[in-house]
């Protein structure tokens, strides 16, 4: 955090604890990169070297400096995340560092009112509709398995709307390869109801809005199991107002046919739809282990 708020920052610390190891990605399933491969994708892919991106993070952090009132309280992790997430263009950055200050303060319902501890958000946190699995794809991408429909009752989908942005912002915090490389999103539909469209479309618009100008990571590709029709408005919507921060769709009929897919590997999914190496149980409850008060500090600050 700021220098105005250290002592604060260093007592949630000691009371909490960041939780480094359950998102130890050297933990993590699938195509787990090393520090070095990383440094080389970034020279290779955004033709950015390592002492380069040295460089521009400690111009960052010197801008960053100069306009607290625009980009409101920071770390080191926090910029990092911004600046590896916009593939090192300072001016992309510097831009959704604005921009996603200025999303948090218009939309406090999704952020600073925000609280792990609202028995209805702890309720949808446990049903594990939108969770990150340990795991990366055979590309390297962390993989989010998203189940609103499945597992998320109507009642609850305006809590769950408050959840997912915190999600987002949980996965990045402290994933460097997830910073990097982006997101696999595996999106089951079946089940879903006309009350599912109408609770999550009002939300839709803003949320996809903020991940395509200030959001700093990128949904690098999304598998969809055979979307009932009720759900294709909002795929379409998603298309429409994402532009490159959503790479390809793809369209399965079921998870045998998903494990399949280029990018999926069985040992980076759960046992309980064709995967090998880990339950859904144990997935949630690493996720879970993430979820800490120093993070929701974090989120809403």
């Known amino acids: 955090m700021g220098e105005e708020d250290s002592g604060a920052s260093a007592a949630a610390s000691v009371d909490f604890g960041p939780p480094e190891e359950a998102i130890n990605s050297k933990n993590f399933k699938g195509r787990v990169f090393t520090d070095e491969e990383l440094d080389e994708y970034v020279e290779r892919e955004f033709g950015v070297a390592k002492a380069e991106a040295e460089r521009r993070f400690e111009e960052l952090k010197e801008w960053a400096a100069a306009n607290r009132k625009d980009v409101g309280p920071l770390d080191d992790r926090y910029l990092v995340m911004f600046l590896r997430g916009s593939k090192y263009n300072m001016e992309k950055t510097k831009r959704k560092l604005v921009l996603f200050y200025h999303y948090r303060r218009e939309y406090p319902c999704y952020y600073k009112d925000f609280s792990y501890d609202d028995p209805k958000i ?12 340990p795991a990366y794809d055979a590309l390297g991408r962390r993989i989010l398995f998203e189940r609103v429909t499945t597992r998320m ?7 769950h709307c408050k959840l997912i942005p915190w999600v987002f912002f949980q ?6 390869q997830a910073q990097i490389l ?7 539909t079946s089940g879903a109801t ?11 618009k803003a949320a996809l809005t903020c991940l395509r ?3 700093p990571g990128r949904l690098s590709m999304m598998h969809f199991l055979k ?3 009720v759900v294709k408005p909002i795929i379409t919507l998603t298309a429409a107002l994402t532009g490159d921060k959503v790479g390809k769709m793809v369209y399965h009929d079921d998870y045998k046919e998903l494990l399949k ?29 993430q979820c800490t008060p120093y993070m929701t500090n974090k989120y809403k600050t």
């Open 182 to 188: 982006g997101v696999t999103v595996v999106s089951v």
């Open 261 to 289: 897919a280029p990018n999926m590997v069985p040992e980076s999914f759960p046992k309980e739809f064709g995967g090998t190496e880990f339950t859904e149980d144990e997935a949630l409850q690493v996720w879970k282990a």
């Open 122 to 133: 702890k309720r949808v946190l446990d049903k594990g509709a939108f969770l990150p699995l």
């Open 171 to 176: 996965l990045m915090y402290y994933d460097k």
């Open 153 to 159: 009752p109507v009642g609850l989908i305006d809590d």
């Open 227 to 229: 979307p009932p029709m």
């Open 213 to 215: 100008n200030a959001f």
């Open 194 to 204: 006309w009350g599912h469209l109408y609770g999550y479309i009002g939300h839709v």
